[in-house]
């Protein structure tokens, strides 16, 4: 699959695919004190494809949390994911 190139142009729709940001996720000062467990799912699915389901939106049409469909039970804001192209790569 291919990573889009503008984030900010392309920001999320309900029904996109992303995988996770890892880099930006793990780079956060606080990410050695998360939750083991959600520490577990970021390493585990480093090379996942997700679904996206627009938990929360802001007026600007920017997604606030994202939930991915495979997996509801984590929220993410949009910078921690990056947006695929279906069928590329």
Do not use: C
Not at 12 to 38: A, F, H, T
Not at 63 to 71: G, K, M, R, S
């Amino acid at each position: 699959m291919k990573i889009m190139d503008d984030p900010v142009k392309d920001f999320l729709q309900e029904g996109d695919k992303v995988k996770l940001n890892i880099s930006r996720i793990k780079s956060r000062k606080d990410y050695s004190r998360l939750q083991p467990e959600y520490k577990e799912f970021i390493e585990k699915n480093e090379d996942s494809v997700f679904t996206v389901h627009i938990y929360k939106k802001r007026g600007n049409d920017f997604a606030f949390l994202v939930e991915l469909t495979e997996n509801p039970k984590w929220l993410f804001i949009e910078s921690d994911l990056i947006k695929v192209k279906n069928g590329e790569g």
